[in-house]
């Protein structure tokens, strides 16, 4: 990947500016100083398309801050490594990584992975920021450890009110996928369902590696629900999508930020148009923050942004403003920054409560006319407030 460092130096200054982050840059670089970080991703294997993605931002956050000057006069130095999706490989990992000396550490892994190699920092003192992983364990195994993406709970709650209050839908099938993220997603849908007036027609599980679905959309079609949660991933929503729309299945279709990627449009084809999603990106934000990196990551990359590389980009942002906060690399500083940080990234203003997850609204997203748009925003403090212990 090539980068123009006077088009990272611009966009920096303008992201950098606007979150009121300029002591990013505290003089002249000292001549040879860097700040090692450290990434973890599942670069090959069931996770690439994500983990790839948030290497590329993560690559892309470094460039933009140090372009800008670094941070407390020093360069930052991304250490990546390929957890290949696979928890046995995030131990061994999270060891060379300590090995390495790294300050802190983005993690754009799985649950999995990221849940094995939690403990392993928390032990060594190192702030451990995930950056895409939905394991509430992650967060509970420490106070090192942090969380830049919505648990799933607080995602489901942020969908039925979409459901209710933003689409008048009151009449739910849930389609949960067997993993965690889809049954976190599922269990806080169904705690808040209630309140904005949605009943649960019935729920229906299916496994991550299922693309056919005749006999569970015969039953969706027989339960005539006149709205369909369903959890799941762009490479099976595509294919269920489609199938639905093939058998005349017409209610609306709602979906988490997993759906964000330009790849779910592709394999759905037209059967995607109306697809409703809560997301991490405000496509119509003009926020320089938001913008500035949508623009750079896709001349970078040649590909739109979607979840996985947005909540990244956003952790290294924060990671890069505790540094400064802290006026140190020392772990336990930034650590205890990190505590206190209040900045804008590219998924919005985030901060964290005491269990360390990120506090921050939903905006909505839709499919029109082959591609994603703005559809609104969740911003209810209290109906999004993160789990405190």
């Not at 364990?137 to 039925?160: D, L």
């Not at 629900?225 to 093939?246: C, E, N």
């Not at 934000?285 to 500035?292: G, H, K, M, V």
């Not at 209290?382 to 405190?388: C, D, F, M, T």
């Amino acid at each position: 990947m090539r980068s123009n460092l006077s088009s990272f130096r611009q966009i920096a200054s303008v992201l950098l500016c606007a979150a009121g982050l300029m002591g990013f840059a505290g003089g002249a670089l000292a001549q040879g100083a860097t700040t090692k970080i450290g990434f973890q991703a599942g670069l090959t294997g069931p996770a690439a398309a994500d983990g790839n993605a948030g290497l590329a931002a993560a690559k892309l956050a470094v460039e933009q801050i140090n372009g800008a000057g670094g941070v407390n006069g020093k360069k930052l130095e991304l250490v990546a490594y390929d957890d290949q999706g696979k928890p046995e490989q995030a131990v061994p990992i999270a060891n060379r990584m300590i090995g390495d000396g790294v300050r802190a550490v983005v993690s754009a892994g799985f649950s999995g992975p990221s849940r094995a190699a939690a403990p392993v920092f928390q032990r060594a003192k190192i702030p451990y920021i995930a950056a895409i992983a939905f394991a509430p364990e992650i967060t509970r195994t420490g106070n090192y450890m942090f969380r830049v993406t919505s648990v799933g709970e607080v995602q489901g709650r942020a969908a039925a009110k979409l459901l209710g209050d933003v689409l008048r839908k009151k009449r739910a099938v849930l389609l949960t996928i067997k993993t965690d993220f889809g049954k976190t997603l599922a269990a806080g849908f169904k705690e808040a369902a209630p309140k904005f007036g949605v009943q649960l027609l019935k729920e229906y599980e299916y496994a991550p590696s299922d693309r056919q679905f005749g006999p569970l959309i015969a039953s969706i079609k027989a339960d005539n629900p006149d709205v369909i949660y369903a959890t799941g991933f762009y490479f099976t929503a595509g294919p269920l999508v489609a199938q639905l729309r093939s058998a005349g299945v017409t209610a609306d279709v709602v979906g988490a930020e997993s759906l964000s990627s330009q790849q779910y449009i592709d394999i759905a084809g037209q059967a995607a148009e109306g697809t409703v999603i809560t997301n991490v990106i405000d496509w119509g934000s003009q926020l320089p923050e938001i913008t500035d990196f949508l623009k750079a990551y896709e001349k970078t990359t040649n590909s739109k942004a979607e979840a996985a590389s947005t909540s990244t980009h956003a952790a290294v942002i924060a990671l890069a403003a505790a540094i400064r906060k802290a006026k140190s690399d020392d772990p336990d500083k930034i650590r205890a920054a990190l505590e206190t940080l209040d900045v804008m990234t590219a998924i919005g203003r985030i901060s964290f409560n005491r269990l360390h997850e990120v506090k921050k609204s939903f905006p909505l997203s839709i499919v029109r006319n082959g591609k994603w748009e703005r559809f609104g925003v969740i911003d209810d403090a209290a109906l999004l407030a993160p789990p405190e212990q």
